[in-house]
């Protein structure tokens, strides 16, 4: 166990905190070295391996996330914002690696996590397939190639206990869209369509969002020109595959200098 990188996992109980406990597990170069719920939760202070419906573990499952920051190599971290950014300036003090999956961000949110990158490694993404940082390049170079004759129009749909609208992905792929068209995405992006709208903003970038059932995570960039569309497209079908990448993630930052960084970094895809 000496060379094994300690991973904690903050939110331990959610969907996604689930996932990361089996992908550390199921990893032969890390181990868990903490756990935390929200405060109240009916896992604080029980054993985790019990909690996730196995054997003991002998990790606790603690509501403070102090605890468990100064004992560990990185914190996987897909909980809520609030969460995330209290955890960030944990993170930062201790000097540990913080992977980020959470999403739904305002920009002031985003903005007052620069600081912490300055004495952290931060790796943040909407998504940590592989498919979809692929996806990212390639809408990217697609934008840029096709120009504004081709409307982009970005469809996703999530399950039915989604909190935030547009997805983190959606947005991700909203990014590189507008940066293959050299412009900002907050100059061009048009959200939730109702009423009655008028024609369509030349070079505008629309998102749609769909939630229902138990759909993991579908993602569509559409580039509609006049007699053609183009449709770029990705369905996740299994969350493993978001809590491997994070874990990948922190693996990879443990000999990075303090910075912001993205999966795109991390696959080496840019
Ligand atoms: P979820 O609601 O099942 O899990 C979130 C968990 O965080 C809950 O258990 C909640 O109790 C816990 N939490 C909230 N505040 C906390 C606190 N202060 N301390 C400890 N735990 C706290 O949601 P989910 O489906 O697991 O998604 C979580 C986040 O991850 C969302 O923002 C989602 O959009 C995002 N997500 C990202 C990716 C990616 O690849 N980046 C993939 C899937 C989900």
């Known amino acids: ?50 909690c996730l419906g196995g054997g003991p573990n002998g990790i606790m499952v603690l509501d403070d996330p102090l605890e468990v920051i100064a004992h560990t190599h990185a914190l996987l971290d897909f909980t809520s914002p609030s969460a995330t950014l209290g955890n960030a300036e944990l993170a930062a003090q201790a000097r540990i690696v913080h992977v980020i999956g959470t999403t739904g961000f305002s920009t002031a ?25 692929l996806l990212t390049v390639l809408t990217r170079k697609v934008a840029a190639a096709l120009g504004t004759d081709y409307d982009i129009e970005i469809i996703e749909a999530h399950h039915r206990h989604k909190k935030d609208a547009p997805s983190g992905t959606a947005l991700m792929l909203g990014e590189a869209a507008a940066s293959g068209r050299n412009v900002s995405l907050s100059d061009v992006e048009d959200r939730a369509r109702d009423g009655i709208t008028g024609a369509r903003t ?34 996740a079908d299994d969350r493993l595959l978001f809590a491997r990448g994070a874990v990948k993630a922190a693996l990879w930052g443990q000999d990075k200098k303090p910075g912001a960084y993205d999966m795109i970094d991390v696959l080496g895809l840019d």
Request: aromatic share 4%; net charge neutral.
């Open 1 to 50: 166990m000496t060379d094994s990188i300690g991973m904690a996992i903050a939110g331990v109980a959610g969907r996604m905190g689930q996932m990361l406990a089996r992908a550390v597990m199921d990893n032969p170069l890390t181990h868990i070295s903490g756990a935390t719920v929200r405060p109240g939760h009916d896992w604080v202070g029980r054993d985790l391996g019990e």
């Open 109 to 133: 949110d985003l903005k007052s996590l620069s600081p912490a990158a300055r004495h952290a490694v931060i790796i943040r993404a909407g998504n940590f397939s592989l498919g979809v940082n």
């Open 202 to 235: 030349a070079g505008a970038i629309g998102f749609h969002a769909i939630r229902g059932g138990s759909v993991i995570g579908e993602h569509d960039v559409v580039f509609a020109g006049d007699g053609e569309r183009l449709i770029l497209s990705h369905k």
